[in-house]
């Protein structure tokens, strides 16, 4: 299991784990579930878009994350509108659908792109996938006081000098790197779920930044270990155990905070 | 007119039922849309739409027909909503999400499992992007049945629907059985994201149940306009989509046609748009709409 | 006493650990028109609530000419503080007004030119008439409020509630909705409660007030409840009622910066 192919599997499926544990942790922070379903839902278009093209499907995903990035940064600035996220998001996949279809393969295709294809990965894609890991996770490093300032006391943030715009621009052009990486391996509707499911259970454990950011990081690279053991035995897709386990440790983390919250004293 | 419509297009068999049950799904979803719109409900509709991936995906899997699974589960998980209070949160959260990612790990199981065992090729992609042309032929009474069921169930009760979204207050003082008027109206839209489902999938029937509503409520100030104007909008948005999706067999690439679903989202979203552009802000006044905001709502979304 | 509209006897209502309520008892004639003043927290919401059947007693009786209140009674008319409206809901003023004529039964109903005329007359009699054909999302406060007072009287109630009507209204705003529901209430017939923190825009018009603070009330005419005495004892702590310039202050002695300020703001010193 750890040979040959294996190997590019398992680098790659660590490098997503801990992005999406990094990104995911901030993600959560400042709120973006819209952005979490958004990108990759435009990067689903774009890989089929680049496969069809005969390009590199990773950099179809990449520039359509970037793009998508940059539209949801003007998007969000208007006023809340439940319908016109919702029908965005859907017709990103609606396009995509277009993309794949007129491929020869479209319904093993549709299916990895949604839902992840993490035994794939050829050893050139695993050097990308090394490449924007280390780019995000330097990016992050570079923005972490300025970002978490920014995510958790905004006006606060604004005050000291820190452009809430910049942050906000720069957070969602990682998750497009990160976003770039995750589809192919958990596949487009399942990123969401890999990127909040373990941050949201970190969040409900403890208030720490960091702390939680790790936790973040290492339940997500569980999921991601036990799903490539576990399908590597049984073939099953890696998507099925990154939602159903990043439900169940989000609720796990949630049980465990009503439960603590229980045995320790009400502040009057 | 013979540029628009390829040869062997009114004499086609599938053509018929796809316009023929098409028309009826369309209205039904249309009528159900405005409401849930109404109601801050559009996120509902599209957590039902995933459990109904799930759904559709497993009884693929046990060799049934996916309206019966989109069905089940859709309205299963209406109960189960009902029960847990989870509909009447307005907006996107992390939790729903997260529990929602269960939903679909499971279908992406359920598909592979299914494609294991039998050699149809494509048909996740039709559970999961539907396909109007290849409905089977036993399944069209459930279908037309299902919607006359939804459409009859919110007719009825669209006085109650408006007063209670009005006020809920207002509603109950009055006599109003609110809770059960809203369980009602939940199994209504389970049952509509079904039928769009059959249309255009799963994945994507958000589109046909939100879309045409949506820009109902932009072009009209009544009820009762907005529900008709709905109507066609989602009629005309299907027989556009019907025809483009037939014509497309003559598009590249050859012979297969682009799927109908990309069509009726991109024609719903374009519709969506066009409003968008003619409709102006209302001058010289404050909405007192906005005081009413509860804090949850002004923080949602991005 | 016999013919009294509404009557509470014994009132308490307890939620979640605390007494919101504590045996309150008052009663509403006919025709009349009372004022439900208090400040913030003091119970005023929940005790419309309670008259409207929505939050059950703990103990007590709330009696309807006389006999428990029924269940689908239509003859308590409500305007709640909170509207769920958005802007884009397709509900023009008229249909909002409609529906309080039926919005309450289930099924369709044929158009029918005897209910536009009830509804056209309603909307002139509220000064709505202007704005008939507007969306009901994109009204100022004030036009809203006099929208919802058409709807909840066209039913013909013989009683209407208000739930702080006049908060988050500029003051001509104000004087108009008073003087709109004074006078409707006057040729309908209809008895008031009306809800408020400031006592002073319904002078003109109260025939009564309950004063509600802490969970308790005084009930009487304005001179006999807004006094040092009464109010102190209804607080719990003292109380000051300062009248000046024809509008009547309540403002509690300096215990904690705090409840000085919330009893000052209460009574329009601070707005």
């Known amino acids: 299991m750890f040979t040959g192919l294996m190997l590019n599997t398992w680098i790659a499926g660590t490098v997503v784990a801990v ?3 990094v990104t995911g942790f901030f993600a959560v922070l400042r709120g973006s579930t819209f952005a979490a379903h958004a990108i990759p839902n435009g990067a689903f278009a774009g890989a089929a878009g680049a496969t069809l093209l005969g390009f590199n499907p990773l950099a179809g995903l990449a520039a359509f994350s970037v793009a998508g990035a940059l539209g949801i940064a003007g998007l969000s600035r208007r006023a809340r509108n439940d319908v016109a996220t919702a029908l965005t998001l859907v017709m990103m996949l609606g396009v995509g659908a277009l993309f794949v279809s007129w491929s020869t393969e479209y319904a093993q295709e549709a299916y990895s792109l949604l839902f992840g294809e993490v035994f794939g990965v050829s050893s050139d894609e695993v050097v990308p996938i090394l490449v924007l890991g280390a780019l995000s996770i330097a990016a992050i490093a570079v923005m972490f006081r300025p970002l978490l300032l920014s995510s958790a006391l905004p006006e606060v943030a604004e005050a000291r000098g820190v452009s809430a715009r910049a942050m906000e621009l720069g957070f969602l052009l990682v998750m497009a790197l990160a976003t770039s990486m995750t589809v192919p391996v958990v596949g487009a509707l399942l990123m969401f779920s890999l990127m909040i499911g373990p941050s949201a259970a970190a969040r409900s454990l403890t208030a720490r930044p960091v702390l939680a950011m790790t936790l973040a990081v290492m339940l997500a690279l569980v999921t991601v270990w036990t799903g490539i053991v576990v399908s590597y035995q049984t073939n099953w897709p890696l998507g099925f155990f990154v939602g159903v386990m990043g439900a169940f440790f989000f609720l796990a983390g949630r049980a465990c905070r009503a439960a603590a919250s229980r045995f320790r004293p009400r502040v009057a | 007119m013979h540029y628009i419509f390829e040869p062997g297009f009114f004499g086609s068999g599938p053509v018929h039922v796809a316009l023929a049950v098409g028309t009826v799904i369309a209205i039904t979803s249309a009528v159900v849309g405005v409401f849930t719109v109404i109601r801050g409900q559009s996120f509902a509709g599209h957590s039902l739409a995933d459990i109904a991936t799930t759904g559709g995906s497993g009884a693929f899997l046990v060799g049934v027909n996916q309206f019966w699974g989109f069905l089940a589960f859709g309205t299963g998980a209406a109960a189960f909503m009902e029960m847990t209070g989870v509909q009447r949160r ?10 929602l990612g269960a939903a679909l790990g499971l279908a992406a199981l359920f598909l592979y499992l299914a494609t294991q065992s039998s050699s149809t090729t494509g048909a996740s992609f039709t559970i999961l992007f539907g396909s109007i042309f290849v409905i089977t032929t036993s399944t069209i009474p459930a279908l037309i049945v299902s919607a006359l069921l939804a459409l009859a169930t919110v007719v009825v009760l669209a006085r109650v629907l408006l007063l209670s979204s009005l006020s809920s207050d207002i509603a109950a003082a009055r006599g109003v059985p609110v809770r059960a008027v809203g369980t009602a109206f939940l199994m209504a839209l389970a049952i509509s994201v079904a039928l769009s489902a059959v249309v255009i999938g799963a994945v994507l029937s958000t589109a046909l149940l939100i879309g045409p509503a949506a820009t109902a409520l932009r072009l009209a100030r009544s009820p009762v306009k907005a529900v008709f104007t709905a109507a066609a909008a989602g009629v005309l948005t299907v027989w556009i989509g019907i025809v483009l999706a037939y014509d497309s067999y003559y598009w590249p690439p050859a012979g297969r046609g682009w799927p109908v679903s990309f069509f009726v989202v991109t024609l719903t979203v374009g519709g969506y748009l066009l409003t968008g552009l003619r409709r102006r802000e209302p001058q010289n006044r404050r909405p007192a709409a906005q005081d009413n905001h509860d804090p949850e709502h002004a923080c949602s979304p991005a | 006493m016999a013919d009294d509209l509404l009557r509470l006897e014994n009132v308490s209502v307890r939620l979640g650990g ?12 006919p025709g009349e028109f009372t004022g439900l003043i208090g400040p913030n927290g003091a119970g005023k919401t929940t005790l419309l609530r309670v008259i409207l059947g929505l939050q059950p007693v703990t103990s007590g009786e709330v009696l309807l000419d006389g006999a428990p209140r029924p269940h689908r009674d239509s003859s308590i008319g409500y305007v709640p503080q909170k509207l769920a409206i958005e802007p884009d809901m397709p509900l023009r003023v008229r249909d909002v007004v409609s529906l309080g004529l039926d919005g ?11 209910r536009r005329e009830r509804v056209s007359d309603m909307l002139t009699a509220v000064g709505a008439q202007r704005y008939a054909d507007a969306r009901v999302g994109e009204l100022s406060g004030g036009e809203q409020q006099r929208v919802m007072i058409a709807h909840a009287l066209i039913s013909r109630p013989r009683l209407l509630l208000l739930d702080e009507p006049l908060a988050n209204l500029d003051i001509s705003s104000e004087q108009g909705i008073v003087s709109v529901l004074a006078r409707l209430a006057r040729a309908e017939h209809v008895a008031v409660l009306l809800s408020a923190h400031d006592m002073n825009p319904l002078m003109p018009v109260m025939d009564r007030i309950v004063y509600a603070a802490a969970g308790r009330v005084a009930v009487g005419g304005t001179d006999q409840v807004v006094q040092p005495e009464v109010l102190s004892r209804l607080y719990g702590r003292h109380v000051d009622v300062i009248r000046v310039h024809g509008r009547i202050l309540v403002v509690a002695a300096p215990e904690g910066v705090d409840e000085a300020e919330v009893a000052a ?3 329009g010193v601070i707005r």
């Open chain 2, 90 to 99: 307005r907006g996107r959260d992390v939790a729903t999400g997260v529990v």
């Open chain 3, 104 to 114: 309450q039964k289930f099924g369709l109903r044929l158009p029918s030119r005897a």
């Open chain 1, 19 to 21: 992005i999406a544990g």
């Open chain 3, 265 to 267: 703001e209460d009574a």
């Open chain 3, 18 to 29: 605390r007494e919101i309520l504590e045996d309150v008892s008052f009663s509403i004639r």
